[in-house]
């Protein structure tokens, strides 16, 4: 995608659907965050805006925020595998592949190797959106890989702690002790450590959290994005709870979110010395940008 391709001629623009048009005209196609992000959801023309998970679904939450938080969503492809966020996922306005069974980040590298070729003059951003099954569990072997050869995506886990989409089964991030319906004694084994396996297998930017504070994770989404394309593999860990199989009632799951902030979930954030430098300067041109626009205002 680009801008070109997404931005019909104005005679034809009566023929297109409205949500279409609305979507150039008024979306965050070639726009920055102060324009149409994280900040002000909802006051633009969002490129998720319907889906049809359950209420109260913090994982739907978190999805909308990683759209809104995309540098270039008209320079960005999606991957993801069967759970249920890519219920939410395939519903935005950024092309989406569906892989079988946890190997979308095989695909990814694949897919990232090949953008680099056919498009060697521009910068495509290719990020893998799982759950935790999809990702640590059945896609294991094609995440690790991914990481330790040094594929440059960005990798987004959204760990629900259960395997939500198919009855409740226990997963290998689900927590020691966990009860759920298809594992009525109780979880016995450890919750696996990702974000340790991660920084073992070569990811140079990896973040742990609880995705409560909007800003924090918009930032954080920005970072994995922007270190991927030059540095290396990133990897996002996000608490999404599932209210369902963990009977959390609706009014209580932004305080479950901030609660499992506090605990198994603490904001933890890794970088490398090479991540580092592009975080400082990328941030440091975003900063000087913005007083250059406010100068001119003024």
Not at 7 to 22: I, M, W
Not at 138 to 151: A, K, L, N, Y
Not at 185 to 212: D, N, Q
Not at 266 to 289: Q, S
């Amino acid at each position: 995608m680009s801008l070109k391709y997404v931005t019909p001629a104005e005679r034809f623009k009566r023929y297109l659907p409205k949500d279409y048009v609305e979507l150039v005209d008024f979306g965050p196609f070639g726009k920055t965050q102060d324009e149409a992000g994280p900040g002000n959801m909802g006051q633009f023309k969002e490129l998720m805006e319907e889906h049809p998970m359950c209420s109260g679904c913090w994982m739907a939450y978190y999805i909308r925020l990683i759209f809104a938080s995309l540098p270039k969503p008209e320079e960005t492809v999606t991957l993801g595998t069967a759970g249920c966020g890519r219920l939410a996922i395939s519903q935005a306005a950024v092309p989406f592949i569906y892989g079988n069974y946890g190997d979308q980040n095989a695909m990814a590298s694949g897919l990232t190797r090949a953008f680099r070729i056919r498009f060697p003059d521009k910068q495509k951003d290719v990020i893998t959106i799982a759950g935790d099954g999809g990702t640590m569990d059945i896609g294991f072997s094609m995440t690790m890989h991914s990481w330790i050869r040094g594929e440059k995506f960005t990798t987004i886990m959204l760990d629900n702690e259960v395997y939500g989409n198919t009855g409740g089964q226990e997963s290998g991030m689900s927590p020691k002790g966990a009860v759920l319906k298809m594992a009525p004694l109780g979880k016995k084994g450890e919750k696996m450590p990702a974000t340790e396996l991660a920084k073992a297998a070569g990811c140079v930017y990896i973040v742990r959290m609880s995705p409560t504070n909007i800003k924090k994770a918009a930032k954080v989404i920005r970072r994995a994005i922007f270190v991927a394309r030059e540095v290396g593999p990133t990897f996002i860990h996000a608490y999404t709870s599932c209210n369902i199989e963990y009977s959390i009632p609706t009014e209580d799951v932004f305080q479950d979110a901030i609660d499992m902030g506090k605990g198994r979930f603490e904001f933890d954030e890794y970088m490398t010395d090479a991540a580092k430098e592009v975080i400082e300067r990328v941030e440091g041109e975003e900063k000087a940008a913005k007083r250059a626009k406010k100068a001119e205002a003024v």
